[in-house]
Structure formats: structure tokens, C-alpha cells
């Protein structure tokens, strides 16, 4: 699902390259939706979206240093993640 969302990366990059750090940022976490709903929790839906948010923030306060700042959010987002991962109460079915 994510990896064809290179059809957009791709004409981003030639012909509005500023746009690509935003595109790839949002598109390439997608998959976080799939992934909360295979484990039966909102940590995926909670990563996707407030990571989405935070990119798109970060790519307009930031438009000198868009890379970087959009790479600060995802990790911060992932961190997130990791600790509502380990800390989220297992269900064995």
C-alpha cells in the first residue's frame, strides 16, 4: 500500500522537490492504520495521524529545514509508539 504512493514521490521530486519531505513523511506512515487494526489497539491510528499532523506543522514552520524537522517528528512519533507498545495491556485470545 505504502509503495505505491511512489507514483506521487516521483513527479513530487522532478517537478516540486520542496514537496517530497511532506509527501514521503505522511505517505511511507500509512501503514500504522493496517498495523493498529492487525494488533487491536490505537497506537497505530494514534502514531498515523498525530504524525501527519506534526509533518505537516513542522513543514511549515520550519520550510528552510524541512528535512530535519520532519525527521525530528517522525522519531519523536516512533517514540511514542515504542512506549505505548510496551506499555499497552496484551489480550491472548
Known sequence: MVNLLWVVHIPLLLNIPEFVPLSLGVGLGLHWVVYSWI???PVGLIHAVLRSILIVAAWYFFP???ISAISCVI????LISIYQMLTRD???T
Open 64 to 66: 528552510n529545514s524541512s
Open 75 to 78: 522519531v519523536l512519533t516512533y
Open 39 to 41: 494488533v487491536n489497539h
Open 90 to 92: 496484551i489480550i491472548s
